[in-house]
């Protein structure tokens, strides 16, 4: 197959599209101008330039494509909503019309767990109405899977909608090693009592969901949760990578309603000046890692066939491999 990859300079279009190369497929990748492309580069992967904010650039990428698989989107900086919904809504819908207006036959859309809120107490299923948390990244990617769930309904787009749950791997900066920088630091806490469910899912079992999902006859039209049914609290997953890179596990729990107020506080503090950098500590932050989460995925095992494959524990194993080699 001929597979256009937006994001895919990220850790989950590294790994994603190392997967497609390895079972045969044409692989292009959409990248904005200046990212570092190079890992791409040696691996004679079709860089394109272009932004999926602006629908002009997308002809050219995915003319002659027979799927993409859109994993572009904002993530992970402090932004006001606006910017958010640029990219994670009007920029969804903007490869999604493109790669109709290019014939596109198949169109995996990368979604996310926060889509559903959190602390919901039973696990989520795919057809729980969506009420995300009130932050920019969770309200920008429910407005983006509403928005392609509405297309399917509408307009017939060839479209899968996959809500991964957070995932970790080789490469992971944005959790993984963030996380292991403040034990080695012995700056990490425990956030309340630390017994709740952490929504975690090592990469590869999120490329294994992708993958179904571009292949499979019963996805088309669908939304799937994409995780690991067999999850670690915070405290075992703190501990997991404490032991793995030599650092000592956090005894200190901190209220979870304090650590609450504390990131409404440090916000306010950024709204009032203005700062575009992410604050010390969020509302958005305290309730991924301090609430339970969890996520129903018996429709992606009977109807896809999905199973994860790496357990969290081996996961940990596996990043805590590649974190240390950052120090040499």
Known sequence: ????????????????????????????????PGEDMSWFDERG???????????????????GADAVLHLAGMIGVWRPLEDYLAVNATGTENVCRAAVAQAVTRIVHVSSWTVYGMDQGEPCREDRALAPFSEPYAISKAEGDKLV?????????????????????????????????????????????????????YVTDIVQGLL????????????????????????????????EIGAKAPRLHVPYRALYTAGYAFE??????HSQRQPL??????????????????????ELGYAPQVSLHEGVRLTGSWYRTLDS
């Open 281 to 302: 500590l969020t509302r958005l932050g305290v309730n991924v890692f301090g609430t339970s989460n969890r996520h129903a995925i018996d429709k992606a095992r009977k």
């Open 149 to 201: 769930q509405r297309m399917i309904a509408d307009e017939g787009l060839p479209a899968v909608i996959i809500r991964p749950g957070t995932f970790f791997g080789p490469g992971d900066r944005l959790h993984f090693a963030r996380i292991a920088d403040r034990l080695r630091a012995g700056r990490s806490i425990i956030i309340g009592r630390g017994d709740n469910a952490l929504p975690l899912v």
């Open 268 to 273: 306010r503090l950024s709204a009032i000046t």
């Open 212 to 243: 179904l999902g571009l292949d499979h006859e019963n996805a088309l039209g669908q939304a799937f949760n994409i995780t690991n049914d067999a999850p670690l609290t915070q405290q075992e997953f703190l501990r997991a990578i404490a032991a």
């Open 1 to 32: 197959m001929e597979i256009l990859v937006t994001g895919g300079g990220g850790l989950l279009g590294h790994h994603l599209v190392q997967a497609l190369l390895d079972r045969g497929d044409r692989v292009r990748v959409l990248a904005l």
């Open 45 to 63: 992967v079709e860089v394109h330039r272009g932004d999926i904010c602006r629908r002009e650039t997308l002809a050219k990428p995915m003319d």
